[in-house]
């Protein structure tokens, strides 16, 4: 009885998976390509003993045996007539379409609320599933699961450090870009100032280039007149000393007066 409790939370635990992955359109993978579903074969039937088929299915007479369904129901919270058995299939997933809408006379509770409660999708809960009644293959595939989940978390909380500190830095890099852009709207201030005084020296540079060729012109000139006067009065001065007379003497003191 224990092993069927066992196959009765698995197939329990299968429905909820199945549904909910059905809902979002994805499958949950335990080792590597392995895909958690349901293998039909590994089920026996209560009626007639035989593999691959459920009781519904089955089309031989009803067996009554009161004893075995009365020790049944004892460890169960709620009746349910089809055992599934939850074991990893290589590569695909049992498809539970042929079923309709059996849930509500397998399910423990509601659709929403086996969704709501459903271990996979535990935000507060740490751990996928944990039943100490699981076969060791089970254990092991929940323990892959939560070391998984773990890891995860663990990546998870890494990468939220990462953009923490990354927004971190692009705030101070957003700091020092408005800095910059601040410090060269007065630089480029400074060199419109500049660029102002630099055309007006070079303005006051051509007036004085105009004034000092003019000044040279003007002193070429006058360089022009002093040779020309200096000529002139050496000139003047040998007329005058080639017109004097021998007689006359000029000195200090007498003038020679001829008789």
């Known amino acids: 009885m224990e092993e069927m409790d066992i196959k009765w939370n698995m197939a329990l635990l299968s429905m909820r998976a199945d549904k909910f992955w059905k809902k979002i359109g994805k499958k949950i993978s335990i080792q590597g390509s392995d895909v958690a579903g349901f293998d039909k074969s590994k089920v026996k039937c209560f009626n007639c003993h035989k593999m691959g088929r459920f009781a519904r299915e089955c089309r031989a007479p009803r067996i009554q045996e009161r004893g075995r369904k009365e020790s049944y129901r004892q460890g169960t919270k709620a009746e349910e007539k089809t ?131 003019e000044v040279k012109l003007e002193k070429n000139g006058l360089d022009g007149k002093l040779a020309g006067l200096l000529k002139a009065s050496k000139n003047l001065d040998h007329i005058i000393e080639s017109q004097r007379s021998d007689q006359v003497k000029e000195g200090v003191g007498y003038n020679a007066v001829p008789p």
Not at 126 to 133: G, I, M, Q
Not at 134 to 143: A, F, G, M
């Open 83 to 213: 055992p599934k058995a939850l074991m990893a299939i290589d590569g695909v997933g049992w498809d539970w379409s042929y079923m309709g809408n059996e849930g509500e006379n397998h399910a423990l509770v509601a659709y929403e609320e086996a969704l709501t409660e459903f271990a996979l999708m535990a935000n507060t809960k740490s751990k996928v599933f944990d039943n100490s009644l699981c076969s060791n293959k089970c254990k092991k595939n929940t323990d892959s699961l939560n070391s998984k989940i773990k890891d995860l978390k663990n990546e998870l909380s890494e990468a939220n450090n990462y953009i923490y500190h990354y927004k971190l830095a692009v705030v101070q890099l957003e700091g020092r870009l408005t800095e910059y852009k601040e410090r060269e709207v007065k630089y480029i201030e400074k060199i419109r100032t500049l660029e102002m005084y630099r055309a007006s020296n070079l303005k006051s540079i051509k007036a004085l280039d105009k004034e000092l060729e």
